[in-house]
T-cell receptor, first 114, second 117 residues
Framework: KQEVTQIPAALSVPEGENLVLNCSFTDSAIYNLQWFRQDPGKGLTSLLLIQSSQREQTSGRLNASLDKSSGRSTLYIAASQPGDSATYLCAGIPSESNTGKLIFGQGTTLQVKP | NAGVMQNPRHLVRRRGQEARLRCSPMKGHSHVYWYRQLPEEGLKFMVYLQKENIIDESGMPKERFSAEFPKEGPSILRIQQVVRGDSAAYFC???????????????FGDGTRLSIL
């Protein structure tokens, strides 16, 4: 059974720091991977999607990479801002799945202090 | 340019009642996924539907839960005879369905928070 672990569970940093969030899958056979942001009481906002043929994606201050051999992904946030405070979720589609259902980690709750 | 719309945002039911949760996908999207987020837990897949078809319901409890996505109108997640353990946030996501069901990002609604008294 595929499980997803996100480390750390919570993180508090001063504004301006660069930071890395980690995600790992028990089964490294991942078809693609998506990083989301969830604000309290809100839904999920898609940040980055790493397709099956890709190894990383970048959007603004965010960079996500996926190592398929190990089943690990990292989300790098550069020059963090208080507005980045949220819970970050990684989710993958297992390779054996043909339906697109996502398997989620429990998230990393980030607080960026001014 | 509306995103995925879920209603109601909050729903309170007493034990034994029925709960109906609605999801209107983004315009042009024909694939709908339902996920549940229990307190202090991550999101868990429940069911995946295309118009008029249930494709994968492997994450949905066998009893009391059902889902549909009719040709016209929103997708409905129905919970009969609700119990306290059904209290959770229920999220709907949609994707275009073109270009391969696994290759498109899923776009999420703001969820329905279900509370069972």
């Amino acid at each position: 059974k595929q499980e997803v672990t996100q480390i750390p569970a919570a993180l508090s940093v001063p504004e301006g720091e660069n930071l890395v969030l980690n995600c790992s899958f028990t089964d490294s056979a991942i078809y693609n991977l998506q990083w989301f942001r969830q604000d309290p009481g809100k839904g999920l906002t898609s940040l980055l999607l790493i397709q099956s043929s890709q190894r990383e994606q970048t959007s603004g201050r965010l960079n996500a990479s996926l190592d398929k051999s190990s089943g690990r992904s990292t989300l790098y946030i550069a020059a963090s801002q208080p507005g980045d405070s949220a819970t970050y979720l990684c989710a993958g589609i297992p390779s054996e799945s043909n339906t697109g259902k996502l398997i989620f980690g429990q998230g990393t709750t980030l607080q960026v202090k001014p | 340019n509306a995103g995925v719309m879920q209603n109601p945002r909050h729903l309170v039911r007493r034990r034994g009642q029925e709960a109906r949760l609605r999801c209107s996908p983004m315009k042009g999207h024909s694939h709908v996924y339902w996920y549940r987020q229990l307190p202090e837990e991550g999101l868990k897949f429940m069911v995946y539907l295309q118009k008029e078809n249930i494709i994968d319901e492997s994450g949905m409890p066998k009893e009391r839960f059902s889902a549909e996505f009719p040709k016209e109108g929103p997708s409905i997640l129905r919970i009969q005879q609700v119990v306290r353990g059904d209290s959770a946030a229920y999220f709907c996501a949609s994707s275009p369905g073109t270009g391969g069901r696994r290759n498109q990002p899923q776009h999420f609604g703001d969820g329905t928070r279900l509370s069972i008294l």
